[in-house]
């Protein structure tokens, strides 16, 4: 069965400090994988999306980068954080050409 | 503007009672999604409705898909704790950007 993994699952940050957040999928190849932030705990926006190793689109202009070193990780960065950047973090896969998404634990990110 | 709108944004009801939940749209939709998310978690899938005036059953909840495909309703019966959470609706617009959209959420509150 497939399983997502997602860490650290908090994590508390000085403005200005650099990030990554690591997602690793097992069980399935190739999937497509997201990276989405949820303030308040309502409402998903999209941050990135991959379809393949190195192939990244990114939704939304911000502070935050994307990268897909391996078929199965997706990593979320930032060199420096800004207090806005605090949130709920949420990594997905999807098996090609589905738009149904299974999601990992999250990262409850606070910068201070 | 929010391509999906759920409503009622929080509802609290005794355990035992009956409720409906909403999420709407102007836009029409190939296929309409629910998810639950607990406090701290990731979103978990409930079901995907494809076809216009579709109902599918899990065990309790009762989904429908309108006829024109640009709303659903979520209807759980006798409420227990456990249903507790945040219900989210997704979809692909039909004619859109081949990205799936979230709603805010419906916030259930079951009461013991």
């Known amino acids: 069965s497939q399983t997502i993994h997602q860490w650290p699952a908090t994590l508390v940050q000085p403005v200005g400090s650099p990030l990554s957040l690591e997602c690793t999928v097992e069980?399935?190849?190739?999937?497509?994988l997201y990276w989405y932030r949820q303030a308040a705990g309502r409402g998903l926006q999209l941050l990135f999306y991959?379809?393949?190793?190195?192939?990244i689109s990114s939704e939304v202009p911000q502070n935050l980068s994307a990268s897909r070193p391996q078929d199965r990780q997706f990593i979320l960065s930032s060199k420096k954080l800004l207090l806005s950047d605090s949130g709920f973090y949420l990594c997905?896969?999807?098996?090609?050409?589905?738009?149904?998404?299974?999601f990992g634990p999250g990262t409850r990110l606070t910068v201070t | 503007t929010q391509l999906l709108e759920q409503s009622p944004q929080f509802l609290s009801i005794q355990e035992g009672e009956n409720l409906t939940v909403y999420c709407n749209s102007s836009?029409?939709?190939?296929?309409l999604q629910w998810y639950r998310q607990e406090p701290g978690e990731g979103p978990v899938l409930l079901v995907t409705?494809?076809?216009?005036?579709e109902v599918k059953k899990l065990k309790r909840l009762t989904f429908q898909f309108g006829d024109a495909r640009k709303d659903s309703s979520l209807h759980i019966t006798a409420a227990q704790p456990g249903d507790t959470g945040l219900y989210l609706c997704?979809?692909?617009?039909?004619?859109?950007?081949?990205?799936?959209?979230f709603g805010k959420g419906n916030q259930v509150v079951v009461i013991p």
């Open positions: 997905a896969w999807s098996v090609l050409k589905s738009y149904e998404q299974y």
């Open positions: 069980g399935t190849s190739n999937p497509n």
């Open positions: 991959s379809v393949g190793i190195g192939q």
């Open positions: 836009s029409v939709f190939s296929s």
């Open positions: 409705v494809v076809t216009g005036g």
């Open positions: 997704a979809g692909v617009p039909l004619h859109g950007n081949n990205r799936l959209a």
